[in-house]
């Protein structure tokens, strides 16, 4: 699928551009919005990169790789990305906002996006993200979102001079509820 836009009632779920460095900056290079994250803050040089190969991935004819701006009218306040799993029945969520935006229930609208674009769009039958076990907002907007914390893997990532285990969450297609409200367009 190309382009990708999809919107809800305060967010849009699009294709990144060239244009965005400075906006994924803001998201990438700052610690607090990384904190969970698998990596360390980016440079504008990375976030450049990133955007670079979003761009290449959104061209190629079976997409496996949805790499997507999460904006607010014309800004990006955020990033959002859909992996297809090998197998094309199920996809990886992962997503990132802006600090300053938390607490307002925009995670809660992106993740109902995401679910959206997975399931309606891609016509998956299950879609997971896997989250830091010290992250409980994310904790709390996959549960609001429907989806079912399936448990524990240990030592699942070595990210800042550590091993660190993730929790995953899932949800499956005849799971998904579209008018709820986490969902709702």
Known sequence: MYPVELSSSRLTLRELRLSDVDGLLQVYGDAEAVRHLSFTPRTKEQCAYIIDAA???AQRENRGVYMLAVARGDRLVGA???AVDERPHSAQ???ALRPDLW???LGSELVGLLLRFGFQELGL??????RSPQNQA????MLRAGMVEEGRIRRHLWTRDAWR???VHSILDDEWVPDSPAHKP
């Open 80 to 82: 959002a990305r859909v």
């Open 165 to 167: 285990d993730s929790i």
């Open 55 to 57: 761009v290449a991935d």
């Open 125 to 130: 039958k299950r879609i997971w993200g896997a």
């Open 138 to 141: 994310s904790e709390r907007v």
């Open 93 to 95: 969520i992962g997503l």
């Open 103 to 105: 607490g307002q229930g």
